[in-house]
């Protein structure tokens, strides 16, 4: 007797309050998305300019080039790239080409969005841009920004977690 009530209690799907059909699964998933809010984020920047001098395709950006398709330009090139680590209310700083900074400030994230504040600013601390942004989980976001060399640069921010 003993034998099957211990078997029985082992087995069996715990109750985790009244009414709630969830199993040890379930709270098991739930605890490992909660770690995964309190880890940092991955942030990649990649930094792309945009001409029309040329119709050169860079391929280490070939899987990107198919969001650019409106656009009036031709030619691609990454210029650089940076990988920054956030949690939230923290922020980090890029230096880019031109004197430019790029300043990713990570308000807040849960299980399916993060919620990031990016700003770019000049040599002399004039903001080219000032934008707030939700990116979905392990998405990302892309946006034209400054004029450089005759054509522009293109941002594209990744977000894994």
């Known amino acids: 007797m003993w034998k099957w009530l211990l078997a029985t209690f082992l087995f069996s799907n715990p109750v985790l309050a009244a009414g709630d059909s969830r199993t040890m699964l379930d709270t098991i998933q739930d605890w490992t998305v909660a770690d995964a809010q309190k880890g940092p984020l991955e942030v990649e920047v990649l930094v792309i300019h945009a001409t029309t001098k040329h119709k050169k395709q860079d391929k280490n950006i070939s899987h990107l080039i198919k969001y650019f398709e409106n656009f009036k330009y031709t030619g691609y090139k990454l210029l650089d790239s940076e990988n920054v680590k956030l949690i939230d209310k923290q922020n980090k700083q890029i230096s880019i080409l031109g004197?430019?900074?790029?300043?990713?400030?990570?308000?807040?994230?849960?299980?399916?969005?993060?919620?990031?504040k990016v700003q770019i600013t000049d040599a002399k601390s004039h903001k080219l841009v000032d934008t707030t942004m939700v990116i979905p989980r392990n998405s990302h976001f892309i946006f034209a920004g400054p004029v450089h060399d005759g054509g522009i640069l293109i941002l594209h921010l990744s977000v894994k977690y």
């Open 99 to 116: 004197n430019r900074n790029i300043r990713l400030y990570l308000e807040s994230h849960d299980k399916s969005k993060a919620k990031m």
